[in-house]
């Protein structure tokens, strides 16, 4: 590890307020060790200048005011608005008590996964409270929130199956979806036009598969909510199933808890729920609710979570059921109604201040900042003056839209919200006046869209129609094409192929102006992985009727072939979309809405 300025001053340099993670998420070299010290020069380089906001360490309990450490032990004491306990209920008497209580009667450990002998009378009973609370007859638990996600999604979905995602859709559930199918197709934010156009393109083609679709109750980034109902209409339509992933709105909102689904009238009414503990419930942990036995036994023996991670602790089990007692009780009502007062006080004060708050009032409280180095020294700024919040930049939201995430108790006093509008407005006009003076480079991995386009604009790549490719590669060689020329954009899927450099190709996810590079090769590459990601195309007869290897068939070889066999040969451009299109979503959970709320 590096050396570390520890005095109170900021030691800004242009490394420590440009790139994201994302530049360091493909490192390059043999020695996979080695390379990763490129993250860590950047990192040291950020932390150095005080700008680091992760790896912090709690002195005590989560609480409205508290000590919070960086990750080099400098502790600062100050409002907190950056835990994950929406109703304040890691404190509560009775939950330590269900601790203490399931500590002594159980032990410590589970000793076993819930498949074999990990299950106690504890998890059973919790089993049957969730089930009561969210209307559905089955509940299968999870170590954590991601496995919940993760596990059920490859436990049901198999490689010809299709998954359609809102784009913001939690890191968990992208991964499950790139895991179980390579068939992933992520629609705009909250669109269900979109979903309804993916769902009905999928079914012109495809009778036989299956098709899951995904969404989340509240989303963290954002503080937006779906309209549940029309999304699960839009799904029995297509004979597509709908789960709903309601970690952070189960237990904080809804007169009973119940959550974005309690508001809409649908509690056990969406296929499927699935869910995390970790926000309102004191403990890791997560859940799938259904209706059906044979789901609930299927993901237990198919969702590998079940099997091969141990089952939940008797002491989280015991917090977690406390906890829902408390959440359905006069007093969670009770607590959620203040935590609601708290959020609309919040929001208030910081629009005051000319500080904009998007999305619905939650215990979510997204404080929009914008530029990505403006961000990152209001965060140290407003550290500096004991405020605590979670600062969430590209990749975890869009470029350009760097935010504060505000996370609200419902035992934060309101004087303290002014305080929060004034440091945080005050941290931002200062944090202004520090980037100009800093002379940052232009040359950042992130850059504005070309406007000098060529090619071919089309909603889906199932638009993708013979001699489509072929105009492309016969009337202007890829060796010909300039720096920043845009060959394919894919519209609602935010793909767009881009020559960066002569001869070697580049994709990149286009998102309100901005062009964010995902993957670039020769050529050649691209080729070869056809055979590999696309094992229904004609790769394999080329390779037999030519006798060349794939890997030097370029875009010549095919426009040639194509000539004497044009199905053939609208095969193998199809198949190049394709390969284009697979390695942007096999890398899509690293860009533009991979989270980091856990």
């Not at 979903?195 to 899951?212: P, T």
Request: with cysteine; glycine share 8%.
């Amino acid at each position: 590890m590096g050396q570390v300025n520890r005095d109170m001053g900021l030691h800004l340099t242009a490394e420590s307020l440009t790139g994201s993670m994302f530049d360091f998420s493909r490192p390059k070299g043999a020695h996979l060790l080695k390379r990763t010290s490129d993250f860590e020069n950047w990192r040291m380089a950020r932390v150095n200048a005080g700008v680091w906001p992760f790896s912090r360490v709690l002195h005590s309990a989560p609480a409205p005011e508290m000590t919070i450490a960086d990750e080099m032990g400098e502790a600062h004491p100050g409002l907190s608005l950056a835990c994950q306990d929406y109703l304040g209920l890691t404190s509560h008497q009775k939950i330590r008590e269900a601790a203490k209580k399931a500590l002594k009667d159980f032990g410590p450990h589970s000793a076993g996964s819930p498949a074999l002998a990990g299950n106690t009378s504890l998890s059973l009973q919790l089993e049957a409270d969730l089930g009561e609370a969210l209307n559905y007859e089955h509940i299968v638990l999870f170590p954590t929130g991601w496995a919940a996600g993760y596990g059920t999604i490859t436990g049901l979905v198999r490689p010809d199956d299709y998954i359609i995602m809102d784009q913001l859709a939690h890191a968990s559930l992208q991964q499950g979806a790139y895991a179980a199918t390579r068939n992933v197709h992520r629609h705009s934010h909250l669109s269900i036009d979109a979903a309804r156009k993916k769902l009905r393109e999928i079914r012109a083609d495809d009778s036989e598969n299956g098709i899951l679709v995904i969404s989340e109750g509240l989303f963290s980034m954002d503080s937006d909510i779906p309209d549940i109902h029309k999304l699960q209409e839009v799904c029995q339509e297509y004979d597509a199933i709908l789960m709903l992933d309601v970690a952070h709105d189960f237990g904080s909102m809804g007169p009973q808890g119940g959550g974005s689904l309690e508001i809409q009238n649908l509690l056990g009414k969406v296929d499927l729920v699935m869910g995390s503990f970790s926000k309102t419930f004191s403990s890791n942990g997560g859940f799938l609710a259904t209706h059906h036995e044979s789901v609930r036994q299927y993901i237990k023996f198919y969702g590998s979570h079940q099997t091969f991670s141990n089952a939940l602790s008797p002491i989280q089990t015991a917090v977690i059921s406390q906890a829902l007692n408390i959440v359905r009780s006069d007093e969670g009502a009770q607590l959620r109604e203040m935590l609601l007062d708290n959020v609309r006080t919040l929001r208030r004060e910081l629009e005051s201040k000319g500080i904009s708050c998007i999305g619905s009032p939650s215990a979510i409280v997204p404080a929009l900042i914008g530029d990505e180095a403006v961000a990152r020294i209001a965060w140290a700024k407003s550290i500096q003056q004991g405020l605590h919040a979670n600062l969430v930049e590209f990749p975890a939201v869009a470029v350009g839209s760097a935010r504060f995430r505000m996370q609200v108790m419902p035992g934060h006093k309101k004087d303290r919200f002014v305080w929060t509008a004034n440091v945080l407005a005050e941290s931002i006009a200062a944090a202004k006046d520090e980037v100009k003076k800093i002379n940052l480079s232009k040359k950042t991995r992130i850059r504005p869209s070309s406007s000098n386009s060529f090619g071919i604009k089309m909603d889906s790549l199932r638009e993708l129609k013979k001699g489509d490719l072929a105009k492309l590669i016969k009337e202007a060689r890829i060796e010909k094409f300039e720096a920043g020329q845009k060959l394919i954009e894919v519209g609602d899927e935010h793909q767009v192929l881009y020559i960066v450099q002569k001869g070697e190709l580049s994709i990149e996810m286009e998102y309100h102006g901005q062009a964010i590079p995902i993957a670039s090769c020769s050529a050649g590459d691209i080729i070869g992985e056809i055979s590999m990601l696309d094992k229904k195309s004609a790769s394999a007869s080329v390779v037999a009727a030519t006798d060349v290897e794939l890997a030097a068939i370029d875009h010549g070889t095919i426009a040639r072939l194509s000539k004497t066999d044009s199905e053939l040969g609208m095969r193998l451009y199809k198949s190049l979309a394709i390969v284009l299109a697979e390695r942007l979503r096999r890398n899509n959970n690293m860009a533009y809405g991979m989270g980091f709320d856990g």
